[in-house]
């Protein structure tokens, strides 16, 4: 379906969906999607995610930019603080969903790379169950499958355990993978870790260390590394932003590199490169 066929029928659906304004709408601009809501326009910045091994770039995680209104230069989150209830906000994260996913068919040199998404923890909270369902009727009009989608989940480490737990379950039940993100800012459990069972672990930036504190780092790192490589999962060190940070990340033997070292979040995607193959013998 065109792009501009799409605006309209999610702009239409919304106001069905919700009774939104005309305020409250997608819009293309120069050739980008842009998403009105709450008195501010939104906007997509692309940052990408690289393999340890070979440095090839394999996907890309969506941020939410705030273009016009109040907020302007915050971290996104921050604009999720001014949701009036437990609707709003999960109206506004879908709505950034559903401008990052139009924004990432625009991007056609990407071949086959992943989108990785933040999914807000009040919607794992304020949701019961079905995890999922609705934006994968959102994909489905954009051409994408669950299989292309990162769908990324804070844990605190005081949350509900069973049902942070059903909703990763039932997201990879639907196809999509998940990451739990800036594991050991608050927690390292493992055993959590095990429970939850996500298919990608992103290590919070207080792990990776300062310049000042590179051997800590190492040993951290490495330790910890080992022990979440026994549980089968893909391990992200995200947030590198310095040559001493990739040392780590390369020495504790992570599988994924994320940063502005690596690249800064852009309006565009950069070219992914499809998987080297192995030549079979002769």
């Given at each position: 379906?065109?792009?501009?066929?799409?605006?309209?029928?999610?702009?239409?659906?919304?106001?069905?969906?919700?009774?939104?304004?005309?305020?409250?709408?997608?819009?293309?601009?120069?050739?980008?999607?842009?998403?009105?809501?709450?008195?501010?326009?939104?906007?997509?910045?692309?940052?990408?995610?690289?393999?340890?091994?070979?440095?090839?770039?394999?996907?890309?995680?969506?941020?939410?930019?705030?273009?016009?209104?109040?907020?302007?230069?915050?971290?996104?989150?921050?604009?999720?603080?001014?949701?009036?209830?437990?609707?709003?906000?999960?109206?506004?994260?879908?709505?950034?969903?559903?401008?990052?996913?139009?924004?990432?068919?625009?991007?056609?040199?990407?071949?086959?790379?992943?989108?990785?998404?933040?999914?807000?923890?009040?919607?794992?909270?304020?949701?019961?169950?079905?995890?999922?369902?609705?934006?994968?009727?959102?994909?489905?009009?954009?051409?994408?499958?669950?299989?292309?989608?990162?769908?990324?989940?804070?844990?605190?480490?005081?949350?509900?355990?069973?049902?942070?737990?059903?909703?990763?379950?039932?997201?990879?039940?639907?196809?999509?993978?998940?990451?739990?993100?800036?594991?050991?800012?608050?927690?390292?459990?493992?055993?959590?870790?095990?429970?939850?069972?996500?298919?990608?672990?992103?290590?919070?930036?207080?792990?990776?260390?300062?310049?000042?504190?590179?051997?800590?780092?190492?040993?951290?790192?490495?330790?910890?590394?080992?022990?979440?490589?026994?549980?089968?999962?893909?391990?992200?060190?995200?947030?590198?932003?310095?040559?001493?940070?990739?040392?780590?990340?390369?020495?504790?033997?992570?599988?994924?590199?994320?940063?502005?070292?690596?690249?800064?979040?852009?309006?565009?995607?950069?070219?992914?490169?499809?998987?080297?193959?192995?030549?079979?013998a002769a």
């Amino acid at each position: 379906m065109p792009l501009t066929e799409l605006v309209h029928y999610f702009n239409k659906r919304n106001r069905l969906t919700r009774g939104a304004t005309g305020a409250e709408r997608f819009g293309i601009v120069d050739g980008r999607v842009q998403a009105c809501f709450g008195g501010r326009v939104f906007g997509t910045l692309f940052q990408p995610v690289v393999e340890r091994a070979g440095g090839r770039a394999i996907g890309h995680e969506a941020h939410l930019q705030v273009l016009e209104g109040e907020g302007q230069g915050l971290p996104a989150q921050a604009v999720f603080l001014d949701a009036r209830d437990d609707d709003e906000l999960i109206h506004l994260d879908r709505v950034a969903r559903t401008l990052h996913a139009l924004n990432f068919l625009l991007e056609r040199e990407q071949h086959g790379g992943f989108l990785a998404l933040n999914v807000h923890p009040q919607l794992i909270r304020a949701v019961p169950d079905h995890h999922g369902h609705a934006f994968e009727t959102v994909l489905a009009r954009c051409g994408l499958t669950p299989d292309r989608i990162v769908l990324e989940l804070t844990d605190d480490g005081f949350e509900n355990l069973p049902r942070l737990a059903t909703a990763i379950g039932e997201y990879r039940a639907r196809g999509y993978r998940v990451a739990i993100d800036n594991f050991g800012r608050h927690s390292s459990d493992l055993e959590r870790l095990e429970t939850l069972a996500p298919d990608i672990v992103k290590l919070d930036r207080s792990l990776i260390g300062h310049a000042g504190h590179l051997s800590l780092a190492k040993r951290v790192m490495t330790g910890l590394c080992a022990e979440i490589r026994h549980f089968g999962l893909t391990m992200v060190c995200q947030c590198i932003e310095n040559p001493l940070q990739l040392q780590v990340a390369h020495e504790a033997g992570v599988d994924w590199l994320q940063g502005r070292l690596i690249g800064r979040p852009a309006p565009g995607c950069v070219p992914v490169s499809p998987q080297r193959r192995t030549p079979a013998a002769a």
